[in-house]
């Protein structure tokens, strides 16, 4: 047959509780998730804070000293 394939509908191998089009999430689900955002977002500033700091502090203070001409 030239030309035809089969399409496979069924989910078969997803894990159970994957996330369905239009499914609710239950209040201790959210919570969960709006937690982990939270700790997601408090690592990302402080890796942002840690490269400053560290560029800042490998430029030296000759960066801020300058001398005059």
Same mark, same amino acid.
């Given at each position: 047959?030239e030309?035809?394939?089969?399409v496979?509908?069924t989910q078969?191998?997803?894990p159970?509780?994957a996330?369905e ?8 689900e !959210? ?5 982990r955002? $939270?700790?997601?977002?408090? #690592?990302i500033?402080?890796?942002? !804070? ?5 560029t800042i $502090?490998?430029?030296?203070? #000759? ?5 005059s001409?």
């Amino acid at each position: 047959m030239e030309g035809s394939f089969v399409v496979n509908d069924t989910q078969g191998d997803q894990p159970k509780g994957a996330h369905e089009p239009g499914r609710r999430l239950t209040p201790e689900e !959210a919570k969960s998730r709006r937690s982990r955002n $939270v700790a997601i977002a408090l #690592g990302i500033c402080f890796l942002i !804070a840690l490269f400053y700091v560290v560029t800042i $502090v490998k430029l030296g203070v #000759g960066i801020v000293v300058r001398p005059s001409i």
